[in-house]
């Protein structure tokens, strides 16, 4: 069954340290996300994709953030100077087109010290 | 208000029961709900997609929407300690361009064997 896969599983970085998060969407899937989950809080939406261009972004996705698909299979996560709040799970997600269910994957889990 | 609460939980059912996760939401724009399974530091694994006010059936998972109420559902026939987890809702608007999914904080169910 496709699945959307995520590396690194762990990443742990020092503060003001860039990270990228690395996801493989499903691989026919046109519009990918990103969300992440603070320990013991909700899931949260950082930003979602399409046609090559951000289609919306939350406030949490300020300018430290950026997205990019290098090719036709990765999807990233940039953080470019990692603060101690941004130690969270960062959840990829596609989905095929408009108005239609996102699969997830499994998470990179980002601990900043 | 919050855009979309649950029940907190967590929630204790003995093995074989029936189970009943709820949401509440506020923004009546949204008309795709979604219901994820959770497990401890996993991601979200999807396992209801419904499109406005009805019911849809799958094994032993129902979920209901009541677009009227705000209110949705999802039941959980003949539970099994492996459905032992946190229940996420989610829902979004499709008016909405960038398709980000609005999630719930989560029900944390425990099915005692």
């Known amino acids: 069954e496709p699945e959307v896969t995520q590396t690194p599983s762990h990443q742990v970085t020092q503060m003001g340290q860039e990270v990228i998060l690395r996801c493989v969407p499903i691989s026919n899937h046109l519009y990918f996300y990103w969300y992440r989950q603070i320990l013991g809080q909700k899931v949260e939406f950082l930003v979602s994709f399409y046609n090559n261009e951000i289609s919306e972004k939350s406030e949490i996705f300020d300018d430290q953030f950026s997205v990019e698909r290098p090719d036709g299979s990765n999807f990233t996560l940039k953080i470019r100077s990692t603060k101690l709040e941004d130690s969270a799970m960062y959840f990829c997600?596609?989905?095929?087109?408009?108005?239609?269910?996102?699969?997830f994957g499994q998470g990179t889990r980002l601990t900043v010290v | 208000q919050k855009e979309v609460e649950q029940d907190p939980g967590p929630l204790s059912v003995p093995e074989g029961a029936i189970v009943s996760l709820n949401c509440t939401y506020s923004?009546?724009?949204?008309?795709?709900f979604m219901w994820y399974r959770q497990y401890s530091r996993k991601g979200p694994e999807l396992l209801m997609y419904?499109?406005?006010?009805g019911n849809k059936e799958d094994g032993r998972f129902t979920a209901q929407v009541d677009k009227s109420s705000k209110y949705i559902s999802l039941f959980i026939r003949d539970s099994q300690p492996s459905d032992s987890a946190t229940y996420l809702c989610a829902m979004s608007d499709p008016a909405n361009y960038g398709q980000n999914f609005v999630f719930g904080p989560g029900t944390r169910l425990s099915v005692l064997p």
């Open positions: 419904t499109y406005s006010s």
């Open positions: 923004n009546s724009a949204f008309q795709y």
């Open positions: 997600a596609s989905s095929a087109g408009r108005n239609t269910e996102a699969f």
